[in-house]
């Protein structure tokens, strides 16, 4: 059985805070993929990066970075500078090779304050 | 590119009534998946449909079903509702047999039962 954890159910920051969103997973699967998607108030999940388990280099893309450690088994998010547009609920999800279902986390609501 | 898009966006149903959902994948995508996201609940895998065929479906009870069309398009099917079944049912779409593939959602359906 796969589960993903995320314990911040929710946060707030003030604007230009840097903030980090945890994730821990649980998986049997030797190959898995991990993702993070992004819930705006308006209900779209939009996906914000796949990080396969077999790549465990870590990654910056402008504001957002990623921290992948397999030996924890957590997959964590961070926003650094954060902005008002940055408020939603940020979903974790995991993919086992064996199968074609995201398992997502209960999400975090990230409210960024003016 | 046309996302993935979903129809309508918004239903209101008594419990005992019938109710479809409909989703286009994004062209190319042949795999199409269900889930839902009720409040408390988090968002749970329904069903997956790929080239025509159900390949497997969550734990939900029979009166959840769907169908995927030769276009891959694809219904969601929901019979006898009930109160509980209130929730943003949310579609997503990847190129079937490539699990290493971020799934893309549409905007979801919300559907309200009273």
């Known amino acids: 059985a796969q589960k993903v954890t995320q314990a911040q159910t929710e946060i707030s920051v003030v604007e230009k805070e840097d903030v980090t969103l945890d994730c821990v997973y649980e998986?049997?699967?030797?190959?898995?993929?991990l993702f993070w998607y992004k819930q705006p108030p308006s209900g779209e999940l939009v996906f914000l990066i796949r990080?396969?388990?077999?790549?465990?280099q870590n990654e910056i893309s402008g504001r957002y970075s990623w921290n992948f450690q397999k030996s924890t088994s957590s997959f964590n998010f961070t926003i650094t500078a954060s902005q008002v547009v940055d408020s939603a609920v940020y979903f974790c999800?995991?993919?086992?090779?064996?199968?074609?279902?995201?398992?997502f986390g209960k999400g975090t609501k990230l409210s960024v304050i003016p | 590119e046309a996302g993935v898009t979903q129809s309508p966006t918004h239903l209101i149903k008594t419990r005992g009534q019938q109710v479809t959902l409909r989703c286009s994948p994004i062209?190319?995508?042949?795999?199409v998946y269900w889930y839902q996201q009720a409040l408390g609940l988090g968002l749970q895998f329904l069903l997956w449909y790929d080239e025509g065929e159900e390949r497997n479906r969550g734990n939900f009870p029979p009166r959840f079903s769907g169908r995927q069309f030769p276009n891959y398009s694809s219904e969601l099917n929901v019979n006898a509702l009930e109160l509980e079944d209130s929730a943003l049912y949310l579609c997503?779409?990847?190129?079937?047999?490539?699990?290493?593939?971020?799934?893309?959602f549409g905007d979801g359906t919300r559907l309200s039962i009273l």
């Open positions: 990080r396969n388990s077999f790549d465990e």
């Open positions: 062209s190319g995508h042949t795999s």
């Open positions: 998986t049997r699967d030797t190959t898995y993929y």
């Open positions: 999800a995991l993919r086992g090779v064996g199968s074609y279902q995201l398992t």
């Open positions: 997503a779409s990847t190129k079937g047999g490539l699990n290493n593939q971020p799934q893309h």
